[in-house]
């Protein structure tokens, strides 16, 4: 196997996932990069080299990728899709990055649960509230339903404090994501460095 | 290949490869030749940055036949990436001016 089918065949395994259409498209460019290579005398070897790694590339285009889903459409999936992007770039300090934003997932995710539970035991006490007053408490049925309307209230703006800050998060994940392309190799030796 | 000199590079690549467009119509190898030529940076990453100027409606494509070989892909600026290039080579020559007359300023206090 030559220099030409083995870059392929790798950019090809590291855009695993993208969708048809889009693969099809990026290994059209690079096919053509070797044609292109070849008309001019360049071995496929020499333009393989002066290409660069076709599986960091790949990370680079899936992480673009993901990163336009979550800006044409805001779904929990293309929130998934930047988090993983960017954790696929594999920047160095992302190790250091990691951790913190597992601990912030995990406290939004604490808080959401709250919101929502605050949200549906609110809803749920509110009926009983109007018709009955709770068994055992100290107020009429006014003071009951207002309770509840509190907790439904609060449930339901912790719940959306949650959804806004999360939707904040991934947005700066974007920022951090781009910033930290490197789309610059020291070409004489086609390493690839910060 | 100095840190620092990567992230200039990185920041200008856009820039550079606005500024051949306007000038002509290109395709994928000639721009990344001719870019790796002038600031030595891997012939890769120019499809990876073309992808998202296309998408940000910067440049648009067409293919155009060729003898030999598939039909060979062309970039051309838009009117918004000609309005984009304007602005960056505005903001860069005033940056690059502003730098310049402080480096000259300590030359001229430590010599």
């Known amino acids: 196997m030559n220099e030409r089918d083995s870059f392929l065949r790798r950019l090809r395994s590291g855009l695993w996932g993208l969708p ?61 899709g930047v988090i993983v992007g960017v954790i696929g770039l594999a920047a160095l300090d992302l190790f250091v990055i990691l951790p913190v934003l597992i601990g912030i997932v995990t406290t939004l995710f604490a808080f959401l649960l709250v919101g929502l539970v605050a949200c549906l035991g609110g809803g749920f006490a509110l009926p009983f509230a109007l018709v009955t007053n709770f068994p055992g408490f100290m107020g009429d049925r006014l003071q009951a339903a207002l309770l509840s309307l ?45 | 290949m100095d840190s620092n000199l990567v992230q200039f590079k990185k920041g200008v690549l856009e820039l550079c490869v606005l500024a051949l467009l306007a000038r002509s119509d290109s395709y994928g190898y000639d721009i990344a030749s001719r870019l790796s030529a002038a600031i030595d940076m891997g012939e890769g990453t120019i499809y990876p940055l073309m992808r998202r100027m296309q998408k940000d409606g910067l440049v648009s494509t ?30 860069w020559t005033d940056f690059t001016r502003a730098v310049a007359a402080i480096l000259d300023l300590d030359l001229e206090k430590t010599s």
């Not at chain 1, 496929?44 to 899936?62: K, Q």
Request: proline letters at 3%.
């Open chain 1, 150 to 194: 509190g907790v439904l209230g609060g449930g339901a703006s912790l719940t959306a404090f949650c959804v806004l800050f999360t939707i904040g998060l991934v947005n700066l994940l974007v920022r951090y994501g781009r910033a930290h392309y490197r789309l610059i190799t020291a070409g004489s030796n086609g390493r690839l460095r910060d």
């Open chain 1, 20 to 80: 048809r259409p889009a693969i099809d498209d990026i290994i059209a460019d690079y096919e053509g990069h070797f044609d292109a290579g070849r008309a001019a005398g360049r071995s496929d070897a020499d333009v393989a080299t002066a290409l660069g790694d076709p599986s960091r590339l790949a990370r680079e285009l899936r992480a673009e990728a993901g990163l336009r889903r979550w800006e044409d459409e805001r779904s929990l999936a293309s929130a998934l």
């Open chain 2, 62 to 91: 067409y293919l155009v036949e060729s003898s030999s070989g598939p039909p060979r892909k062309y970039y051309r600026l838009t009117e918004g990436g000609r309005n984009n290039l304007n602005a960056q080579k505005a903001a």
